[in-house]
């Protein structure tokens, strides 16, 4: 048996792309960044980077994750945070021809959280913004717009990631503060998947589901009107029956 080579094989790199999505303004957004330096130089793209050689997949994502947004993500085994992003990991693109430098292959994270406030740029980004999904990916092919590299099929693939979750999760919540009414609830779907939803049927769903949510024991006036119940996520983390997508 010969000897291993591993200049026998051709290099690559691993990259980390996030997909950043959150609700501000009842609208679903996505974090972009304009790039600072070639390939693709001044166009808007996903944030992320190379992943280091000391480090696995998940430390990458976080770690772009708390550069890009400055949030920590989530540990399941550390309930206590409460302020943690969900990160999960959506997707692997390994296109030869998605990069122009090399031979790049990137593994895609979605990451949700409640209202963000506006990002600041890192790394090799010279400015960041939050843009409305709608207007990353109007009607049509998602890869033929304007974000660099393959992102906007990324993009679109995370999108619909939260959209389908969020029919059978409790993944909605994850857009929320830890404390939030039913009407913001409802607003997060309505701003995910893109519908109005009917207020009194919605209420009776979510409230009827078993472990989906749970009193906080207070009410809020900060969305006006007479005062609403406060909830929290409750223990489910499967809904059922699940929350369907009306057809639109």
């Given at each position: ?73 989530h540990d399941p ?123 009194r049927n919605f ?46």
């Open positions: 048996m010969s000897p291993y080579d591993p200049s026998a094989f051709p290099p690559f790199a691993v990259t980390v792309d996030l997909v950043v999505l959150t609700v501000r303004r009842h609208a679903l957004c996505a974090l972009v960044v304009r790039r600072g330096e070639q390939p693709f130089q001044g166009r808007w793209a996903l944030p992320g980077g190379f992943v280091r050689g000391d480090e696995d997949l998940a430390a990458a994502a976080a770690r772009e994750l708390a550069e890009e947004t400055g949030l920590c993500a085994a550390d309930p206590g945070l409460g302020n943690g992003a969900h990160l999960e990991q959506l997707a692997t693109y390994g296109d030869p021809k998605r990069d122009p430098r090399m031979r790049v292959v990137s593994v895609a994270h979605l990451v949700l959280a409640p209202d963000l406030p506006a990002p600041r740029a890192g790394g090799d980004a010279n400015s960041a913004r939050w843009a409305l999904v709608d207007e990353l990916l109007p009607v049509g092919d998602p890869a033929s717009e304007g974000l660099a590299f393959d992102h906007a099929t990324i993009l679109a693939d995370g999108v619909e990631r939260a959209r389908s979750k969020i029919e059978y999760s409790s993944l909605a919540t994850a857009f929320c503060p830890p404390e939030f009414t039913v009407g913001e609830l409802r607003r997060v779907y309505e701003a995910v998947w893109g519908v109005a939803l009917d207020p209420h009776r769903k979510v409230t009827g589901t078993p472990g989906f949510l749970v009193p906080a024991g207070g009410t809020t006036t900060r969305q006006g009107g007479r005062p609403a119940q406060l909830f929290r996520a409750g223990g489910a983390t499967l809904l059922n029956p699940p929350m369907l997508r009306p057809e639109v």
